[in-house]
């Protein structure tokens, strides 16, 4: 029989291209294993198909692996967490199906986990029994990817509201489209963050959206970087290649600077000095800089996420649905997965 005072959470990330099984005990990481896909790499992006067969293919050893990491038994899980969604519909659909069958053969619940809201709570995973430094509430998120640039009002756990979010292109995309300009390989920002240590953030002066409210835009940003790039190959054919260091540090000027300017008028609006970041762009280390740097200006309490929590992994999955379980919100099996979601 389960220890009841032991809540085990296995969870199980299949949005996009990883494939990722994590356990939670009691909120505490026991295992996070994540196996990515290098099939992508030759078509400059993710290929769905491709992506769900991968899945298919790693779905079973990932989920072993991450119980036998955590040297539990797969009797002792309390509950089954899964993403629903948003995401590739084939992606998921591994994911979710594989979350139903398990569910059915070890007779536990699922838990449906909204993949942006798993971005959200990383925060609350704690390294250690002794790990108490979490965020309270309420705070806002700044959660910036491949596919989101939004601002988060977090009133609690499981209650969280928008209230600022990009109109057009995520911040992610605005990396990976100028990057893919450049000749760069997918996903660009990585690389832009690395050439744009060498460069002067300073040296180019890109059109910064001028929209009111709390919204972001990116699009214009996008459209600036190439129509610079056009005229000045025009001048010079190897221009790119002569100063992209400086193309590179300028844009992720930019992109940082837009990324802050609606996040300090949030925080003076809402009167909420506590920060925290999350999503795949939150790796960038000039935005790391630049969020440290203002929070110490303007006394804010920030919480920057480890890199392992940074990119799709699902551990954030199972401390969402270890909340939602507390909770008692379960899923049903004839539960399907949503490639369009919001929080
Ligand atoms: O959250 P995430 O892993 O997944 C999706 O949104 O699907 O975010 C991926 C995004 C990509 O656009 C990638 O270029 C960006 O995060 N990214 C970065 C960095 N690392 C990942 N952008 C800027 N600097 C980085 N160091």
């Given at each position: 029989m389960n220890d009841t005072s032991k809540i085990i959470i296995l969870g199980i990330e299949s949005s996009c291209d990883d494939t990722s099984a994590a356990i939670i005990e009691n909120g505490v990481i026991r295992s996070n294993i994540i196996a990515g896909q290098k099939?992508?790499?030759?078509?400059?992006?993710?290929?769905p198909e491709l992506a769900s067969r991968a899945h298919q293919q790693n779905i079973v050893p990932v989920v072993d692996q991450a119980i036998k990491k955590a040297g539990i038994?797969?009797?002792?899980?309390s509950a089954i967490a899964f993403t629903?969604?948003?995401?590739?519909l084939g992606s998921l659909l591994v994911g979710t199906s594989f979350a139903k069958g398990l569910s059915l053969a070890i007779n536990v619940p699922m838990v449906e986990v909204n993949h942006l809201q798993g971005h959200v709570l990383?925060?609350?995973?704690?390294?250690?029994?002794?790990?108490?430094n979490q965020p309270s509430f309420p705070h806002l998120c700044l959660l910036v990817s491949g596919g989101n640039s939004q601002i988060i009002l977090v009133k609690n756990h499981l209650e969280m509201e928008v209230i600022g979010q990009t109109i057009d292109d995520a911040a992610g995309e605005a990396f990976d489209k100028c990057a893919k300009v450049m000749g760069?390989?997918?996903?660009g920002g990585p690389l832009i963050d690395k050439l744009a240590k060498e460069?002067?953030?300073?040296a180019i002066t890109f059109n910064k959206p001028r929209i009111t409210g709390l919204d972001y835009s990116f699009s214009g940003l996008k459209t600036s970087f190439l129509y610079h790039l056009r005229d000045n190959i025009k001048i010079n054919e190897n221009y790119i290649e002569e100063n992209k260091n400086d193309l590179c540090a300028s844009l992720q000027k930019t992109i940082i600077d837009i990324l802050l300017n609606k996040l300090k008028k949030a925080a003076n609006e809402t009167g909420i000095n506590e920060i925290t970041v999350a999503g795949?762009?939150?790796?960038n280390s000039g935005l790391r800089n630049t969020l440290q740097e203002e929070a110490k200006k303007r006394n804010w309490t920030l919480f920057i996420p480890e890199f392992k929590y940074t990119?799709?992994?699902?551990a954030m999955i199972a401390i969402t649905g270890y909340y939602k379980y507390l909770n008692k919100q379960f899923a049903t099996h004839i539960m399907v997965p949503f490639a369009r979601m919001v929080l």
């Amino acid at each position: 029989m389960n220890d009841t005072s032991k809540i085990i959470i296995l969870g199980i990330e299949s949005s996009c291209d990883d494939t990722s099984a994590a356990i939670i005990e009691n909120g505490v990481i026991r295992s996070n294993i994540i196996a990515g896909q290098k099939v992508h790499e030759d078509y400059g992006g993710v290929v769905p198909e491709l992506a769900s067969r991968a899945h298919q293919q790693n779905i079973v050893p990932v989920v072993d692996q991450a119980i036998k990491k955590a040297g539990i038994n797969r009797n002792e899980i309390s509950a089954i967490a899964f993403t629903r969604g948003p995401g590739l519909l084939g992606s998921l659909l591994v994911g979710t199906s594989f979350a139903k069958g398990l569910s059915l053969a070890i007779n536990v619940p699922m838990v449906e986990v909204n993949h942006l809201q798993g971005h959200v709570l990383a925060h609350f995973i704690k390294e250690n029994d002794n790990d108490n430094n979490q965020p309270s509430f309420p705070h806002l998120c700044l959660l910036v990817s491949g596919g989101n640039s939004q601002i988060i009002l977090v009133k609690n756990h499981l209650e969280m509201e928008v209230i600022g979010q990009t109109i057009d292109d995520a911040a992610g995309e605005a990396f990976d489209k100028c990057a893919k300009v450049m000749g760069l390989p997918y996903p660009g920002g990585p690389l832009i963050d690395k050439l744009a240590k060498e460069g002067n953030p300073n040296a180019i002066t890109f059109n910064k959206p001028r929209i009111t409210g709390l919204d972001y835009s990116f699009s214009g940003l996008k459209t600036s970087f190439l129509y610079h790039l056009r005229d000045n190959i025009k001048i010079n054919e190897n221009y790119i290649e002569e100063n992209k260091n400086d193309l590179c540090a300028s844009l992720q000027k930019t992109i940082i600077d837009i990324l802050l300017n609606k996040l300090k008028k949030a925080a003076n609006e809402t009167g909420i000095n506590e920060i925290t970041v999350a999503g795949g762009v939150s790796a960038n280390s000039g935005l790391r800089n630049t969020l440290q740097e203002e929070a110490k200006k303007r006394n804010w309490t920030l919480f920057i996420p480890e890199f392992k929590y940074t990119t799709d992994n699902a551990a954030m999955i199972a401390i969402t649905g270890y909340y939602k379980y507390l909770n008692k919100q379960f899923a049903t099996h004839i539960m399907v997965p949503f490639a369009r979601m919001v929080l």
